[in-house]
């Protein structure tokens, strides 16, 4: 008598509004329309080229100050209440985008980024009282040195060998180059959101879950 074949469930991804699920949290800092439409003129121009990169969708660029992953309903809600002092002890600035580069360096690329210059002094203060904000909840607080960037695109699993190369050449384009410095813009810092982000095939929705406003009062 044949055996008979074993059926293998298959795993699906857990619901996101399940009880049990946690929330994909990040903290950030939204992006002006000049600074979006800035990110989708880059990303138009580096997706002239095949490149095993997955591009950011403009409307999703953001500022990330500090990234908490899974997290407990629950402890969202303690969250939600504890990053409204942190983040109105601070006065509103003024960053600036800047040149491309690449996570971590451009032997092993893992992130394209736009980055950010300006007052950046006051950034790593928002970030630390931010993270101070985090340790009492038991939350993940980013340690490295805050090193300001839009992202624009994570590389793909197992890119091929001659990928890094591939790249660089991609990003010293003379023509690139002088789109992202002749059409550097402001990016005011006025307000900080707490982020939830959900993962599809079609890419990451984030729905913001609060809103914390610098003071825009002090010169």
Do not use: C
């Not at 009492?136 to 060998?161: F, K, S």
Request: glycine share 6%; proline share 11%.
């Amino acid at each position: 008598m044949p055996k008979e074949k074993r059926r293998f469930k298959k795993d699906r991804p857990p619901d996101p509004d399940s009880p049990e699920a946690g929330w994909r949290l990040f903290i950030a800092v939204p992006m002006p329309p000049a600074a979006t439409d800035l990110v989708d003129r880059i990303v138009t121009d580096l997706s002239k080229v095949d490149l095993p990169v997955r591009w950011v969708a403009p409307d999703t660029a953001h500022l990330t100050l500090h990234f908490l992953g899974d997290t407990p309903p629950e402890r969202a809600e303690l969250l939600r209440m504890a990053l409204a002092p942190a983040v109105a002890r601070h006065q509103a600035f003024t960053l600036r985008t800047d040149g491309l580069g690449v996570f971590p360096d451009e032997r092993r690329p893992r992130v394209v980024w736009l980055g950010l210059t300006g007052q950046t002094e006051r950034l790593v203060a928002l970030h630390r009282d931010l993270g101070d904000a985090l340790r009492p909840l038991d939350l993940p607080v980013e340690e490295r040195i805050l090193r300001p960037h839009i992202t624009l695109g994570r590389v793909r699993d197992n890119p091929p060998q001659g990928f890094p190369v591939a790249l660089k050449r991609r990003l010293d384009d003379p023509a690139l180059r002088n789109l992202v410095a002749r059409s550097a813009v402001d990016v005011p810092v006025t307000e900080v959101q707490l982020v939830r982000s959900f993962l599809g095939r079609s890419g990451a929705r984030h729905e913001p879950l609060a809103r914390y406003p610098l003071d825009v009062g002090k010169s």
